[in-house]
């Protein structure tokens, strides 16, 4: 299964989603990485544009309905934009008895001049959201009651100490090694759900010649009824009596 994510910030509390693929237990996840950060954030109106969406089922509104319910505390909500007819028929269903439904539009621009934006403007580009990662716990120095085994050597004149480095080089470095720590865990991410997709298509097969199989013994047995029924037949008609009457007259 497929789902792309990509994130478009159109204010400080307005943010839009754009999805393509399919939205199921599989890639659910995947939509939970991006939702999860914004909760916390001063977002307060989500839209997610479901044009490109081609399957969603009671998992992906389940995760939806629960970041509507969240952006609720905040005077926010989810709204869905562009979605299909199955998709608002199931939308409609689960959130029927809510007492604040998430809200459907038919379009993206009705759903911006409901969240109080104006349609009109340049919305910026679209990115990729990546998900969260814990911080690593940071390597405990060696005790110094532990002594080494290797024989001291000969003693290293001391080096002047590195200049300290600027902020925006620490930055820097700070946010290419949180790229490369997020592309890891997105290709293990990646892995995982080829995987499922993988376990998925070999039991569809199975099933698939189940089915085969069953309807071949079917036919048979459809095709040993009928022959046992024109035999019978046959045999009924062999030896029935004859109609009285039906002889000649000398």
């Known amino acids: 299964m497929f789902l792309s994510v990509r994130l478009t910030t159109v204010s400080a509390t307005v943010v839009v989603l754009h999805l393509t693929g399919e939205l199921d237990s599989t890639t659910a996840p995947v939509l939970a990485a991006t939702l999860e950060p914004l909760i916390e954030s001063p977002v307060e109106q989500v839209i997610v544009g479901a044009g490109d969406l081609w399957f969603c089922d009671l ?55 409901a969240a109080g934006v104006n349609p009109g403007d340049p919305l910026p580009p679209a990115r990729r959201h990546l998900p969260r990662l814990r911080r690593l716990p940071r390597a405990q120095p060696a005790r110094a009651g532990k002594h080494s085994r ?24 700070l946010t290419l090694v949180s790229a490369i720590a997020r592309a890891h865990a997105l290709r293990e991410q990646a892995a995982t759900q080829v995987e499922a997709l993988k376990q998925r298509t070999h039991r569809y097969n199975q099933v698939r010649l189940t089915m085969l199989e069953t309807r071949a013994r079917c036919l048979a047995a459809v095709t040993t009824m009928r022959a046992n029924r024109a035999r019978a037949a046959l045999t009924l008609s062999a030896s029935a009596p004859p109609v009285p009457g039906s002889g000649h007259l000398g």
């Open 59 to 113: 998992t992906g509104i389940d995760r939806l309905a629960a970041t509507h319910r969240a952006l609720r505390v905040k005077g926010g909500g989810l709204a869905v934009a562009e979605a299909g007819s199955s998709l608002c028929r199931l939308i409609e269903l689960v959130t029927e008895h809510s007492r604040a439904p998430m809200r459907v539009y038919a379009t993206l621009e009705e759903a911006l001049t």
């Open 150 to 173: 290797r024989r001291p050597g000969p003693a290293l004149p001391e080096l002047p100490a590195p200049p300290p480095a600027s902020a925006a080089e620490s930055g820097t470095n």
